[in-house]
């Protein structure tokens, strides 16, 4: 088992551009959380997915949106990137949506110029 | 509003010695603390809970509510204890969402 995957590994985008970050969870995990990490800080939550749908959001702005998949694959969108978008971007996994143990993914790092 | 506080950014010590990573909270409801670390070239990963209180790899933490902390601590610190720390705050609701701190470089020198 691979654990959580994430694709891209890095991307470099243009402001006003639209990016799309993919997830997939650790085999026979069922819930996807999004986070956040800019340099020198700890990760933010984004928003967390289960059985498709958006269980719960951090303060993030509309920009920011997300999908599950029916096997339980995630996107993570972001529109109209802005420079302070640029962020290294965690998925983390877990089976079911109150399981207090995720297994986080190596990230993609975004790059907004 | 719930948030999560670490006050150091860099803990250097020397092997052997007693390491205290140092972790604060504020949470309106019951809290639910982790402790999560990070080897260089590796995934963020869980560590150790407050409810199981058990000890990982020799640390230890105690959650404290009378003064909202939950300090990580090792009697005897390993050069291979040189990770990143972050600890973070459970937060329920129709789902969850963790709530991490800056996280704590820890240096243990030889």
């Known amino acids: 088992d691979a654990g959580v995957t994430q694709s891209p590994t890095h991307l470099i985008k243009t402001r006003g551009q639209q990016v799309t970050l993919r997830c997939s969870p650790k085999?026979?995990?069922?819930?996807v959380s999004w986070y956040q990490q800019a340099l020198g800080q700890g990760p933010q939550f984004i928003f967390q997915?289960?059985?498709?749908?958006?269980?719960q959001r951090g303060n993030f702005p509309d920009r920011f949106s997300g999908h599950q998949f029916p096997n339980y694959s995630s996107e993570l969108n972001v529109n109209a990137l802005l420079l302070g978008d640029s962020a290294l971007y965690l998925c983390a996994s877990s089976l079911g949506v109150q399981a207090y143990e995720q297994y986080f993914g190596p990230g993609t790092r975004l790059t907004v110029t | 509003a719930q948030r999560v506080t670490q006050p150091e950014k860099l803990l250097s010590v020397f092997k052997g010695a007693p390491v205290e990573l140092k972790c604060n909270y504020s949470?309106?409801?019951?809290?639910?603390l982790f402790w999560y670390v990070q080897y260089s070239r590796q995934r963020l990963q869980l560590l150790l809970r407050?409810?199981s209180r058990e000890s990982i790899k020799g640390f230890t933490a105690d959650l404290n509510k009378g003064e909202t902390s939950f300090h990580l601590k090792k009697p005897f610190a390993q050069e291979e204890d040189s990770a990143m720390y972050y600890c973070?705050?459970?937060?329920?609701?129709?789902?969850?969402?963790?709530?991490f701190g800056p996280g704590t470089r820890l240096s243990v020198l030889p």
């Open positions: 949470y309106s409801g019951s809290p639910e």
């Open positions: 085999s026979g995990h069922d819930t």
């Open positions: 407050h409810i």
């Open positions: 997915y289960y059985e498709e749908e958006e269980r």
């Open positions: 973070a705050l459970k937060v329920r609701g129709y789902g969850q969402n963790f709530v």
